[in-house]
């Protein structure tokens, strides 16, 4: 009889941050029983995938297996933990497992998603157990930047792995939960097979700042302000949002929301109990009437995002909510990778209008919610796993994670990769196998193949261009009309002036001419000598070669 062995692999957020999904398996070769761990997205650079607006993991291996799966677990409800379960769940249709505010952030935002199907999330309390046959998953509070994050401690035949999800330690956090180092030490004593863990800030020493540290520094910046002030953070990070609004009340100052992704946080946060002690906030609608010193804009935007509101505020474009010279913005935030030219545009526009803006460059007003080297350092004291495995990060990180596992004395360590299928128990720790992983990209409503040739040739098209040409031929292979083309994208004219709509003519008349007579009767050649010439007259003025497309008539 073949042995039950314990697998783990990851079909995203290894070797990247973003895209976090990871699948616990436990049974034999023939027929392994599957637990799917977040489900999430990662954001694209406009410049290298244009027109997409997320990335997500291939979850074909998981179709495949759908029956086998037990069910869907999200640590927390960031976007790069649970951002593709609209898109995806659908076709998994799996049971969905989440705590109150992840499943409420979830539902909210599935609710404000035009055309979003109806997806069941079944609440499980915060230090709850879950039994998924054959899995046992305990849910172990952690601090994050987020309510409720959840480290899961997840129980098998063949052992126990600790997946941390997204965690850090704050000893004195702002309302939010403090890392559970008590659970973690008695799981440690009871035993721990596997560590998969967070490697977002493993290459930084010492510790991270408290939340409380931030909400000391941002208290004094607004104390400070001359005139209005804006904060801007991530939507989802109550802790700061309590910072702002405590800032707010010592000065006198009323909160005004302004952007809907942080309205909808700030009212799932209330329904749950996060912004308990908090005052009302106002609608932006009242901004206007309220004089400078007595206001605080809360605003989304502290990643650049074109369409929010710091955005539009800082291009003057915003109906309701204006700042302007002697008024202050702090950004409690800092530009997830990818983002940083898109913030810096609006901390430039702003400054361009005599606004102050303050980072964390010069001020602490943002600490990131993954733990520093010390912070890893410990939790491995805690849990003293066999094997750790590094996740969450790129290859730098997992690297750096490794490495100090390895010095802190964890017996076995295993930097895998997206897709590598590892085994976990029994014996010795190894990658055994991979299986399919890749990623898909969200381009308008449809979900396309990352391998699929559409946003390459995009890309192409927005580099260089395109030039259409037509040709009516008659059956003879002559020309019954003058040849027509169009340019797309390409410049008007070559450095001499001349047109490079009459450069691309006489290309197609040339390269038509030379072609000798029996062969101008077929379309293929005709058309391939043509988009030759075409692209190669082009070049020689403009160093760039055009998709060129040949469409020849036969009349
Ligand atoms: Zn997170
Ligand atoms: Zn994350």
């Keep these: 009889m073949a042995q039950n062995e314990l697998v783990f692999a990851a079909l995203g957020g290894i070797g990247e941050i973003g895209m976090n999904l990871a699948v616990y ?44 799966i037990v069910g869907l677990i999200l640590t927390h409800g960031h976007e790069d933990h649970m951002g593709a ?4 769940w659908p076709r998994l249709s799996v049971p969905l497992y989440a705590t109150p505010f992840t499943a409420a952030l979830f539902e909210a935002k599935r609710a ?63 309302g939010g939960a403090k890392t559970d180092a008590s659970r973690l030490t008695a799981l440690g004593a009871e035993g721990v097979l596997a560590l998969v863990g967070d490697s977002t800030n493993a290459v930084r020493d ?6 409380a540290d931030v909400a000391k520094s941002i208290a004094e910046l607004v104390r400070t302000a001359p005139a209005r002030v804006a904060v801007t953070t991530f939507a989802s990070h109550v802790e700061r949002i309590r910072a702002a ?40 609608d009242v901004y206007g009437y309220l004089s400078p010193d007595k206001v605080l804009a809360l605003c989304t935007g502290s990643q650049g995002e074109p369409r929010a509101a710091l955005s539009r505020i800082a291009e003057n474009e915003h109906p ?9 913005v702090i950004f409690s935030a800092r530009a997830i990778p990818g983002n940083e030219k898109a913030v810096d545009r609006v901390i430039n526009g702003l400054i361009a209008q005599g606004v102050e803006v ?88 449809l979900l396309v193949a990352a391998h699929s040739r559409t946003v390459g040739s995009r890309r192409r098209l927005g580099f260089s261009g395109m030039v259409t040409v037509a040709l009516a031929l008659n059956d003879k292979g002559v020309l019954v009309a003058d040849p027509e083309v169009e340019l797309v994208g390409i410049p008007e004219t070559d450095a001499a002036g001349a047109s490079m709509t009459d450069i691309a003519l006489d290309a197609v008349e040339q390269a038509f001419e030379s072609l000798p007579k029996p062969r101008r009767r077929d379309q293929d050649s005709v058309a391939e000598a043509i988009r030759r010439a075409v692209r190669s007259a082009i070049a020689e003025r403009w160093n760039k070669k055009p998709i060129c497309h040949v469409h020849v008539l036969v009349v």
């Design 245 to 284: 609004a405590e800032a707010a009340r010592a000065t006198g100052r009323e909160v005004v929301v302004v952007g809907r992704a942080m309205e909808r946080v700030i009212m799932v946060a209330r329904e749950t109990g996060y912004l308990d002690g908090i005052g009302d906030f106002r609608g932006a």
């Design 358 to 445: 303050i980072t964390d460059r010069t001020h602490l007003v943002h600490v990131s919610g993954h733990p520093r080297r010390a912070e890893l350092v410990d939790l491995i004291g805690w849990v003293r796993p066999q094997v750790l495995i590094p996740a969450h990060g790129e290859a730098l990180h997992l690297s750096e994670h490794a490495a100090l596992a390895r010095r802190a004395g964890v017996p076995q360590v295993l930097v895998c990769r997206n897709g590598d299928l590892v085994r976990l128990a029994p014996g010795k720790a190894e990658i055994i196998d991979e299986i399919p992983s890749g990623r898909l990209y969200k381009d308008g409503s």
């Design 85 to 88: 379960l609209i898109d995806l």
């Design 320 to 328: 309701e909510v204006t700042l302007s010279k002697g008024d202050r």
């Design 206 to 211: 010492g510790r991270s700042p408290s939340e």
């Design 25 to 68: 398996g436990f049974g034999d070769d023939r027929r392994r029983q599957w637990l799917i761990v977040d489900c999430g997205v990662s954001f694209a650079a406009e410049e290298h995938l244009p027109g997409v607006d997320l990335i997500m993991p291939d979850i074909r291996y998981l179709l495949e297996e759908r029956r086998n």
């Design 112 to 174: 404000a998603e035009p055309g979003a199907p109806k997806i069941p999330v079944n609440v499980v309390p915060l230090r709850g157990t879950l039994s998924l046959d054959p899995f046992t998953v305990e849910f172990i509070t952690v601090a994050h930047s987020i309510p409720e994050s959840n480290a899961l401690a997840i129980r098998t035949p063949a052992g126990t792995v600790l997946h941390t999800g997204d965690w850090k330690i704050d000893p004195t956090p702002l």
